[in-house]
């Protein structure tokens, strides 16, 4: 019998036997940790298969339950994407839960929510529902944020002194209208304060665009009124003359300055980017990601450094020795001159935080503080440069920021970017012969190496 389990085959047979049930071990564990602990890894570039930081902040952020009912048919070859979007959110948060339901076998549930067509979700959180036709990422992102918000809120521009204008089609802040509607906020464009009415009560955060002329006195008092109130206000203006609102902002610790910031390097003088953000809700996430912003035609903005009551922080400067700032643009290709301007940094938007005043609305919690974003510029936020690297998400930042909805703060998600392979016709003859004579000889060269060998 000893001799038997010391042979040669029961020797084999015993390790062998040992170590497939080592293996089968470490398999049954390895899927029992996957099953109990998982996480998922995105390595493609740019982390296209990742949510987003607005969809990650916002799901990290939710108090309240969010279930979406994704009315698509199961032979819609979309339904496969949207589902895996889907689970993306409900992997990364708990809160958030959806189902699928086909309106071709379920009728009666898409007529209880009002669906008459496939392709539609309804996003639901408590007694708020919202209606999302869209399958991308932002469409759902959005949905979310205005079901969970507490109360709608209204956007105000200001409009009778040359302001920006969101009116299609020849709007140049289209971009921002659209982007501030599927935020959710309501969008008025119609505010015209020489009225005597001032602004409205239901104002959450009045914009002044880039105006090209001054706001009277009456105007600014409506203004300073609001702010005091415990009002927001961003306020875009542009280089070339004075706004009427310069004595308003200095009260809250702003000084604007009417000159020109320009700076030197590869691109247009008059057009400075900056990478040089403030420890700032507006800007870390900018700061982080070392996003660059682009202004054109920029004045400089800064803090009165005696204000008292205020907290003032200059949120955006420009690179400390490849930019200036000039008093008037010249007729030329602008140029520094380090006997008549003042070497950079200078800083191009800033924000002050007052002090708390008593509630606006009844839903409000506590007390409202008064919040002021200045920028010296208007374009970095119109049509032609809102998607231009990181320009939007600043924009839209500010406007959560003066909201006070900081779990908004976020950079939001991309669209997909082509990464098609260009090839010349000379790359096109080599892939050929590698695929067509290289590729299928190698074996046949082997084979005859080591048929010859053998001889």
């Excluded at 990650?56 to 969010?66: G, K, N, Q």
């Excluded at 956007?155 to 302001?163: L, W």
């Excluded at 949120?315 to 400390?320: D, F, G, K, N, R």
């Amino acid at each position: 019998m000893m001799g038997f389990f010391r042979s040669r085959p029961v020797r084999y047979g015993s390790s062998t036997m040992v170590a497939v049930l080592a293996l089968l071990a470490i398999m049954v564990a390895i899927n029992y940790l996957a099953t109990r602990y998982h996480h998922r890894i995105d390595v493609t570039e740019g982390g296209m298969h990742s949510l987003s930081d607005q969809t990650a902040t916002l799901l990290d952020s939710l108090t309240t339950d969010v279930h979406v009912l994704a009315f698509f048919h199961e032979t819609d070859l979309e339904t496969a994407g949207f589902k895996e979007r889907l689970e993306a959110y409900a992997y990364h948060s708990d809160r958030f839960t959806f189902e699928l339901v086909d309106p071709a076998v379920h009728p009666g549930e898409a007529r209880r929510y009002g669906v008459g067509k496939p392709r539609i979700s309804v996003v639901i959180s408590g007694d708020r529902e919202e209606r999302v036709s869209g399958i991308e990422e932002n469409h759902l992102t959005n949905a979310v944020a205005k079901v969970v918000r507490k109360r709608n809120r209204t956007v105000y521009f200001s409009t009778g002194h040359g302001e920006r204008t969101l009116k299609a089609p020849e709007g140049d802040f289209i971009r921002v209208g659209q982007a501030l509607q599927d935020a959710g906020y309501g969008v008025r464009d119609t505010l015209v304060l020489d009225a005597g009415k001032g602004v409205p009560a239901e104002c959450d955060l009045l914009i002044v665009a880039g105006p090209t002329a001054a706001f009277s006195r009456v105007e600014a008092d409506s203004i300073r009124n609001y702010l005091a109130g415990g009002g927001s206000g961003l306020f875009m203006l542009d280089p070339g003359g004075e706004t009427g609102l310069e004595s308003l902002l200095a009260g809250w610790g702003i000084q604007v300055n009417n000159d020109y910031v320009l700076g030197w390097g590869p691109g247009d003088p008059s057009m400075p980017g900056s990478v040089w953000y403030a420890r700032h809700p507006v800007t870390e996430k900018h700061r982080n990601r070392n996003l660059r912003t682009f202004y054109r035609l920029a004045r400089s903005v800064a803090r009165i450094e005696d204000a008292t009551g205020v907290q003032i922080q200059e949120l955006v400067t420009t690179h400390p020795r490849n930019s200036w700032r000039e008093e008037k643009l010249p007729d030329a290709a602008p140029v520094y001159d380090p006997g008549r301007d003042l070497q950079g940094p200078a800083s191009i938007a800033v924000a002050t935080l007052d002090r708390p005043k008593f509630r606006r609305f009844p839903s409000d919690v506590g007390l409202r503080h008064t919040r002021i974003v200045v920028f010296g510029d208007s374009d970095f936020a119109g049509n032609e440069f809102f998607d231009t690297v990181g320009n939007g998400d600043l924009f839209m930042n500010a406007v959560s920021w003066l909201m006070e909805e900081g779990d908004l703060i976020s950079i939001r998600p991309k669209m997909w970017a082509f990464r098609g392979v260009v090839m010349t016709a000379e790359d096109l003859l080599w892939l050929s012969w590698l695929s067509v004579v290289v590729i299928p000889a190698i074996p046949v060269v082997v084979g005859i190496g080591v048929w010859r060998r053998r001889r």
